[in-house]
């Protein structure tokens, strides 16, 4: 089992940046597939970009793709998400979440960190 910590989220205005944090605790980090959601007020929740356990492939969503970066470091238990040029529109709580090898659902959750971006 896994418990994730997310951590950098704040109120930035539009076209700055953001790093999102994600802690890990538990065995065997190196070993989840990890990826980064939102969800905005009222709509469900989006999936924006996952990493594999060995981060040799990433994925990004087009609606983030070019502005938003995943990366992971596995020595420090941590997945991050680089955010640029924000947009009011990618405000939300942003949540991160692992992924066990052979498993079709994500399944660890953390609790989330909001991200207010200002116009």
């Known amino acids: 089992q896994v418990q994730l910590v997310e951590s950098g989220g704040g109120l930035v205005q539009a076209g700055g940046s953001l790093r999102l944090s994600c802690a890990a605790s538990?065995?065997?980090?190196?070993?989840?597939?990890m990826g980064w959601f939102r969800q905005a007020p009222g709509k469900e929740r989006e999936f924006l970009a996952a990493?594999?356990?060995?981060?040799?492939?990433?994925y990004h969503a087009n609606s983030v793709k070019g502005r938003f970066t995943i990366s992971r470091d596995n020595a420090k238990n941590s997945v991050y998400l680089q955010m640029n040029n924000l947009k009011p529109e990618d405000t939300g709580v942003y949540y991160c979440?692992?992924?066990?090898?052979?498993?079709?659902?994500?399944?660890?959750w953390g609790q989330g960190t909001q991200v207010t971006v200002s116009s």
């Open positions: 990493i594999t356990a060995s981060a040799d492939y990433t």
């Open positions: 979440a692992a992924q066990n090898a052979g498993s079709l659902k994500y399944d660890y």
């Open positions: 538990g065995r065997s980090f190196s070993r989840y597939y």
